[in-house]
């Protein structure tokens, strides 16, 4: 006697969305088991590394997920990695002490 499975769901494509495995039920029908997709993990905006910290999930589990758990306590905490906030920084820091310079040399100069 050979057991066949049948029904997808709805859509009858091979889909990346309509995955299926087959498996056995403990009572000994073959059954179908729909994979969910698997979650890109987040990535920095800027350098594109994954981001440490924040949960790989897919965009519906992550909206019911709260708000501690999809952030790191940084500024640019879910967007950015910690090298790219500490470079920001440095940029920031750097360029204020230029233009201070500037304006000493200006002074210096009248």
């Known amino acids: 006697m050979v057991q066949r499975v049948t ?12 995955r299926v495995k087959i498996i056995k039920t403990p009572g000994g029908n073959l059954r179908y088991l729909h994979i969910k997709k ?13 981001l440490a910290g924040i949960p790989t999930l897919r965009p519906r589990e992550l909206a019911t997920v709260s708000r501690p758990t999809k952030t790191v306590q940084r500024a640019y905490g879910g967007s950015l990695c910690a090298n790219c906030v500490k470079d ?16 000493v040399l200006k002074e210096t100069s009248k």
């Not at 029904?7 to 309509?18: D, I, K, M, Q, V």
């Open 7 to 18: 029904y997808r769901r709805r859509n009858g494509y091979n889909t990346r969305s309509n």
């Open 88 to 103: 920001r920084v440095v940029r920031a820091f750097l360029i204020e002490e230029q233009k201070i310079v500037k304006t």
């Open 38 to 50: 698997a979650a890109g993990r987040p990535k920095c905006g800027e350098c594109g590394i994954a």
